[in-house]
């Protein structure tokens, strides 16, 4: 099972084409989409989560690269905001990895980005919302 | 017990310079260097501090005359309603009021994003704040509609009035079901996934004076980065429950009615949080100054997280059932520690209260009155308290 958020372009002469339809009906892969948008040029950008089996994946993949779309990793980044991190320790117990961590005896709240595994879970963890989500596309 | 000084000498002292202060961190290591005696001698104030979600918490606005006058009857906030069922241009805009657009828990579980405690931060941050009211009209107050970006400095009084906080101690939240529950204790992992509990401990202002012999109506305080008061009692304070033999609460027990001007406030210090699947609450700073009037004060103010404890509830049964029964007991040193141990089983814990910011707001306290813009007020009414023989432990260590 293979599951990745991706960047998908599709140049103007393909946009018009149903590539969701596509790649679930043929490949059995489920495609969640998180933003997709046409500019005045008529190319199309997808934001959009896959998953699939790995063999049906990597097929889907070379689908859409013979009909033209360009597919670019997306790299998501968490940010903790220390200035809005009031230090209640709230994430602690729900991050998974202690990429968010308790110093003792201080009690004082830090993030380990190297130990981050961007599962989100603290997104609405933190009461104080200091915690953000960064889609960086490799474009 | 003698006295070893009034409120008006520490004041005369603060004004000369001469005030000796400490936080009641620094009180603990002073009391095991030094003996009790020797401390109670020397250190006039103590300070204390604590920074939580408090949700009984919310702001009076007068939102100024119009021209012509009107006689607001509904009245929202950023799309939050404000409560003006008072004068005409009087609210109430309290912390955890949702806008009526919030999808709430239908989405479960809801997030919460934003609320009254939000649109008194961002007042407090200086920032427009979009004022929507409607009236009946009157003869007096004929107008019936207005739609205006407000900020703080244009409301003529606003004042922070909180009906309950400074828990004085609080249970440690778990969850003994098989799915995940969402509370006002935050979220919590089933089969006992996690402890959460909610208190500043060893400097949290009403465990520091667990009788309330110096803290009463009137006490000038340290509240939300401004000053404030304390009003009355707060709501549900029950000082009739089981405590240890220094007099301090194994559970819920006091709670302080805060007043104090919203203008003077900063975000550092008061901050609108949200609950995930629960709802909207407000971080509040609260610091109060302890006078050490005489041995068994600064005995009080000595406490340490080893000897206040806190009782274990389910919150998945036990606690919205309202069938009571406490888990265990457990102390804040050991709450604090990380882990806990609940039926056998080890449990990783979590504050919600910022240790921390509790820390800070009992330093600047601390600085507020050496430099003499603090001084000690007298309480001028007692607040509901219990007969306690209070027995303390030779501490001449
Ligand atoms: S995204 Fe997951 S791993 Fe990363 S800090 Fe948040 S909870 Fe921890
Ligand atoms: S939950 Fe949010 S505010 Fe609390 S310590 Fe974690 S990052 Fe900071």
Known sequence: MIKRKVVLHFPATVVEQPFIYTLAKEYNVVANILKA????????????????????FNAAMDFLHSRGVQVLPLEQQIIWVEDRCTQ????????????????????????????????????????????????LSGE | MSQLRTIQEINEKIAKGQVVVATAEEVISLVEKQGVEKTARQVDVVTTGTFGPMCSSGAFLNLGHTTPRMRMSKVSLNGVSAYAGIAAVDVYIGATEIPETDPANSDFPGAFNYGGAHVIEDLVAGKQVFLQATSYGTDCYPRQKL?????????????????????QNYNVAVNLSDRTIYTYMGILKPNLGNANYCSAGQLSPLLNDPLYRTIG????????GGIGYVAWQGTQHNPNVARTENGVPRGGAGTLALIGDLKQMTTKYLRGVSFLGYGVSMQ????????????????????????????????????????????????????????????????????????PKAREIAELLKAWILKGDFALTEPVAPLPTVEFPVKFEDQAK
């Open chain 2, 284 to 355: 509040v700073g609260v610091g109060i100054p302890i006078p050490i009037l005489d041995e068994q004060m600064l005995r009080h103010t000595a406490v340490t997280d080893a000897e206040i404890k806190a009782q274990i509830v389910d919150y998945s049964e036990a606690y919205p059932q309202g069938t009571g029964g406490s888990l265990g007991e457990v102390s804040y040193a050991e709450l604090k520690s990380g882990k806990i141990i609940v039926q056998g089983k080890e449990v990783p814990t979590a504050p919600l209260s910022s240790y």
């Open chain 1, 37 to 56: 948008n046409i500019n005045p040029r008529k190319e199309g950008r997808m934001v959009v989560e896959l998953s699939a089996e790995d063999q049906e």
């Open chain 2, 147 to 167: 739609e205006k970006y407000i900020t703080l400095a244009d409301v003529n009084e606003a004042y922070l009035f909180n009906p309950r906080n400074c828990y």
């Open chain 1, 88 to 135: 209640c320790g709230a994430c602690t117990v729900i991050c998974p990895t202690n990429a968010l961590w308790m110093k003792r005896p201080e009690m004082t709240v830090s993030f380990c980005s190297e130990k981050c595994i961007v599962c989100e879970r603290c997104l609405k963890a933190c009461p104080a919302r200091a915690v953000e989500a960064l889609y």
């Open chain 2, 217 to 224: 109506v009137g006490t000038k305080i340290f509240l939300g």
